[in-house]
């Protein structure tokens, strides 16, 4: 469903998959939620859209449940990927990120998932500015996975959060260290990630959440003490 201005939300239980209407540069989805999950091309076709009206899609992280449907909705689309250097590795040998705990990385590779070409991955890197949503800003912030990133577009407000920061409850707050590869760069990316003050925070769990000033700064506060 449609929640912020251009963005869509769409609730793939495993993980959230964003859509935005670039008027500009056609439709870009972030993250791909698991295979049989979350249909991005079926709602594009609700709009009366074509398949190819998805120009780009960006990952956060090669989790499974982040990239389980990629490879499907890639071919489907031809849109260009764009992913970390690690993320860009795994995604063309269908292969996931270590998280330092035994029951994901054991979990993990049971859930086969097909391959993405590598020729159609794109690298970015911390610091780079995408030519989408009015100039969009690659984040590196490691800690749930080693090479995860998030995006921020400054002149909508919004924030691809990926796992950095979770909208569990009706509260934003960093990836769980039950979940991360490293917790203390977890809270460290997500004090990065929440000075920048977004309108929202579209997070790959929990519901896209927008923060009143005092929450936010509770947050802040919360993550610069710990």
Known sequence: MNVFGNLHWLNGRAANVYLYEDVENGWIMVDAGYR??????????????????????????????????????QEQSGAQVYAGKESAELLPQAKFPLHNKWYI?????????????????????????????????????????????AFFSPSTGILFAGDAIAGWGGKIAPSKAMMSNNYDQVQQSALKLAELTPALFACGHGKPYQHTYDELMEMLLSLRNS
């Open 36 to 73: 049989g999950m979350v249909d991005p091309i079926g709602y594009l076709a609700k709009l009366g859209l074509p398949a190819d009206a998805l120009k780009h899609i960006l990952i956060t992280h090669a989790d499974v449940d982040h990239v389980g449907n990629l490879a499907h909705v």
């Open 105 to 149: 990385d054991r979990m993990a590779p049971l859930l086969k998932v097909r391959p993405t070409p590598a020729n159609v991955i794109k690298t970015v890197n911390d610091g780079d500015v995408l030519p989408l949503m009015g100039d969009l800003h690659v984040i590196a912030t490691p800690g749930h996975t080693p090479d995860h990133h």
